[in-house]
């Protein structure tokens, strides 16, 4: 008889939540709205339009970090709206490769920013899985450096593991993103004593990750309603909304994002 996984196995847990991901296609219509973060797209739009405008100094070098089996696309569109927010821009854009280890793209990551930005303070923002290989590229590992982060913004990021994670348990960097992986605790038994200031975004309906697991455990997640006909995890590193705060928190400005954060619907 062929072996079945337990009933609540990870496995399972994947293949539910690849299940939802078809059911959900085409994605719901957008809301509900966010009572702690009531921004809508035409007005993030128009405020995005008003840093262009007035671009700002910026206060220290931004590093954006792709996800998973990003071709940085999506990256690129953040690294041309950001840019515009600041009147000399200084963003460095770090992809990584399929069956990488994560010791081997930290040391990659960690060279990349050291070269670019040497001894500097950075701020960083990473969509998905560049969240956490951001979090351990900051995390203290003796005789080895690492980066200094100001303040991490994380979109849709698997800060408790990503619900398809197991559908791909042979990938490295993917078998690190189960629930409760050895990886995933390193970096929260780390994360109390980490000196950079923690953001994390969402977008309502993440097929991939589950947009409850976009923050670590007792985390404020800032959320936005998924928009109609889109993809909400792969289509959260572009949302307006998510990068206009982004930008008004690095230049300073009050964010449209308020704590108490409001729980998920």
């Avoid at 977008?203 to 923050?215: K, N, P, Y």
Wanted: net charge positive.
């Amino acid at each position: 008889m062929p072996s079945q996984s337990p009933p609540g196995s990870s496995l399972d847990g994947g293949l539910a939540a690849f299940a939802r991901s078809v059911a959900l296609w085409p994605p719901p219509a957008d809301g509900p709205e966010n009572p702690s973060f009531p921004l809508t797209v035409r007005d993030a739009w128009a405020d995005l339009h008003r840093m262009h405008r007035e671009p700002a100094p910026q206060p220290r070098p931004l590093v954006l970090v792709g996800g998973w089996l990003d071709p940085l696309v999506g990256m690129r569109w953040v690294q041309r709206r950001l840019g515009k927010c600041f009147a000399r821009p200084r963003i460095l854009l770090v992809h990584h490769a399929i069956f990488a280890t994560h010791r081997a793209y930290r040391d990659r990551l960690v060279a990349a920013v050291d070269a670019a930005f040497p001894g500097e303070e950075v701020d960083v923002v990473g969509h998905s899985m560049g969240g956490l290989l951001a979090r351990y590229a900051a995390r203290p590992v003796e005789g080895a450096k690492r980066i200094r982060i100001h303040s991490l913004y994380t979109l849709g990021t698997c800060h408790r593991g990503a619900a398809m994670a197991p559908l791909v348990p042979l990938e490295p960097l993917a078998r690190a993103m189960l629930p409760g992986s050895p990886h995933l605790r390193m970096l929260d038994d780390a994360l109390p004593a980490a000196e950079y200031r923690l953001v994390c975004y969402a977008r309502l309906q993440d097929e991939l990750v589950g947009t409850d697991r976009c923050a670590p455990a007792a985390h404020p997640l800032h959320w936005v309603p998924n928009r109609r006909f889109q993809r909400a995890h792969r289509r959260c590193r572009d949302d307006a909304r998510l990068i206009a705060d982004v930008a008004r928190r690095i230049r300073g400005e009050e964010p449209f994002a308020k704590e108490p954060a409001a729980p998920l619907p």
